[in-house]
C-alpha cells in the first residue's frame, strides 16, 4: 500500500542537488535506501565538497579517509571507515550490509571488498585539497575545535512509496584528524539512525561530541516517546549543551524525520540548514539554533 506521506527526503546543509536526485528517484519508485545512496553520492563526487567524498580534505599525514553508513528499514546497516580510493563509500557500507555477516568493515578489508565488488579505485586527494594541505602543514596546528561552519558531512533520510524510511551518512571526517581518526558519521546510533516504526535522525558536526550522547540513536528514542522530529532534535542538542562547557566552540547539528513524514533540525550555532523534499517540492530550511537569541 502506497503512502500518502511519502516520498520525503531530507538532509544535512544545503545540498539541494544531492537531496532532489533522492526526492526525484523516490518519486520514481526507488526504496528508500537505494533513494538516499543516490542522493549522498551527489556529494561523494563533488570535488568541491571538501568534507564528503572525492576532493574531501585528507588527515594530517595527506591521506584522504572516509567514513559512510547506511541504515534500512528493516533495521539492517552497513559501516565503512578509514576507507582510501573508494568514492562512493555509502554504497560501499550497503555492500557490507547485504553480502557479508558483518555490519562494520575498516580500511584495507573495506577497499578489498570494494574491488571484488567492481568498485574502482581513485585518487581521492585533488589538487585544491593537496594544495590546501600543504598550506595547513606550513603551522600544522591541530585543534579539536573547529571552524563552526566547516562541516558538509552529508546525513540523509529517505521515505519511500511505501512510507519505509532508511538513511546514509558519508563523511571524510574532520580535516587534517589524527590518522585512524573515526567520527560519529559512521557509528549506526550517532551518526545515523532509523526505526521505521518510529522515524530516523542524522548528524553532522564535531563527531566526538555526538558520539558521547549517541545522537541519532537518543532523538529516535525521544521520538519513540511521543517527541515530534523538531522537539527531538532541541532535546538532543541540548543533552550536548548542558554536559559540556565548552559548546560553543563546536558545531552540532541534527535533522530528524517521523513516519508521518513531519521532519526537524536543530543546531548549537546559527548557519545549518538542511534539505527537504516534500510533495514535490525541495525546500532548503533554516535550522533554529540554541544560541540564536
Ligand atoms: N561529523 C563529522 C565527523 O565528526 C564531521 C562533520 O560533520 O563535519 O567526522
Known amino acids: 500500500m502506497t503512502n500518502k506521506t511519502a516520498p520525503v527526503a531530507i538532509c544535512t546543509w544545503g545540498f539541494t542537488k544531492a537531496n532532489q536526485a533522492a526526492g526525484e528517484a523516490l518519486e520514481s519508485g526507488m526504496a528508500a535506501l537505494d533513494a538516499a545512496i543516490k542522493g549522498v553520492a551527489v556529494?561523494?563526487?563533488?570535488?568541491?565538497?571538501?568534507?564528503?567524498g572525492k576532493g574531501g580534505a585528507p588527515d594530517r599525514e595527506g591521506n584522504v579517509t572516509l567514513d559512510a553508513c547506511v541504515m534500512d528499514s528493516n533495521g539492517d546497516c552497513g559501516a565503512v571507515v578509514c576507507v582510501e580510493n573508494i568514492t562512493n563509500v555509502a554504497a560501499l557500507a550497503k555492500v557490507v550490509m547485504e553480502e557479508t555477516p558483518h555490519v562494520m568493515l575498516a580500511g584495507k578489508g573495506a577497499e578489498e571488498l570494494a574491488y571484488k565488488n567492481g568498485f574502482q579505485a581513485e585518487q581521492l586527494l585533488t589538487?585544491?585539497?593537496?594544495?590546501?594541505?600543504?598550506?595547513?602543514?606550513?603551522?600544522?596546528?591541530?585543534?579539536?575545535?573547529?571552524n563552526i561552519e566547516n562541516h558538509d558531512t552529508i546525513g540523509m533520510l529517505c521515505m519511500d512509496q511505501y512510507g519505509d524510511i532508511a538513511g546514509a551518512c558519508t563523511t571524510s571526517g574532520l580535516s587534517y584528524k589524527m590518522k585512524g581518526r573515526v567520527g560519529d558519521s559512521p557509528i549506526i546510533g550517532s551518526g545515523l539512525f532509523v526505526d521505521n516504526e518510529i522515524g530516523g535522525a542524522a548528524a553532522t558536526g564535531m563527531g566526538e561530541e555526538i558520539m558521547k550522547t549517541v545522537g541519532s540513536f537518543l532523538i529516535v528514542e525521544l521520538m519513540r516517546q511521543g517527541k515530534t522530529p523538531q522537539e527531538a532534535c532541541e532535546e538532543a542538542v541540548q543533552r550536548i549543551i548542558s554536559r559540556n562547557k565548552n559548546f560553543k566552540n563546536f558545531q552540532v547539528a541534527y535533522i530528524a524525520?517521523?513516519?508521518?513524514?513531519?521532519?526537524?533540525?536543530?543546531?548549537?550555532?546559527?548557519?545549518f540548514a538542511m534539505m527537504q523534499y516534500k510533495d514535490g517540492v525541495n525546500t532548503r530550511i533554516t535550522s533554529v539554533a540554541a544560541l540564536d537569541s
Open 43 to 52: 556529494e561523494e563526487e563533488n570535488i568541491k565538497n571538501t568534507t564528503v
Open 127 to 146: 589538487d585544491s585539497s593537496e594544495a590546501a594541505y600543504r598550506e595547513w602543514l606550513k603551522t600544522s596546528e591541530y585543534k579539536p575545535i573547529i
Open 257 to 271: 524525520l517521523n513516519i508521518k513524514g513531519e521532519t526537524g533540525s536543530y543546531c548549537i550555532h546559527p548557519g
